[in-house]
């Protein structure tokens, strides 16, 4: 991801290939899994769907080009996107 990033400026298109043939096909069916999580009670009806998708994606996006420092982060990471999910309706459990 670093390399694509870092690739834009010589290579515009490459970020356009990537959003179309990778990007959005795997967005678009993690929003139809949210609705479908929706339809089924586990969520509020009243959530903004491809909001959620963005908060949580680019929460992802932004813990793994920049890691936390500490000596566990697939833990902090967890935790972390827990947190989101507990602000955006979901019950996890403890």
Same mark, same amino acid.
């Given at each position: 991801m670093? %390399?694509?990033i870092?690739?834009?400026p010589d290579?515009? =298109? /490459?970020?356009?290939?990537?959003?179309?043939?990778?990007?959005l096909p795997?967005r678009r069916a993690f929003?139809?899994?949210?609705e479908r999580?929706?339809v089924?009670?586990?969520?509020a %009806?009243?959530?903004?769907?491809?909001?959620?998708?963005? =908060? /949580?994606?680019?929460a992802?996006?932004?813990?793994l080009?920049?890691?936390?420092?500490?000596?566990?982060?697939?833990?902090?990471l967890?935790d972390?996107m827990i947190?989101?999910?507990?602000?955006a309706?979901?019950?996890?459990?403890q």
């Amino acid at each position: 991801m670093t %390399r694509l990033i870092g690739s834009v400026p010589d290579y515009p =298109m /490459l970020l356009e290939v990537y959003r179309n043939t990778y990007y959005l096909p795997r967005r678009r069916a993690f929003v139809r899994a949210l609705e479908r999580v929706q339809v089924g009670g586990l969520l509020a %009806r009243n959530i903004d769907l491809e909001t959620l998708a963005d =908060m /949580l994606s680019g929460a992802l996006i932004y813990h793994l080009l920049m890691p936390p420092a500490g000596d566990n982060p697939v833990g902090e990471l967890r935790d972390h996107m827990i947190r989101l999910l507990r602000q955006a309706g979901f019950e996890v459990p403890q």
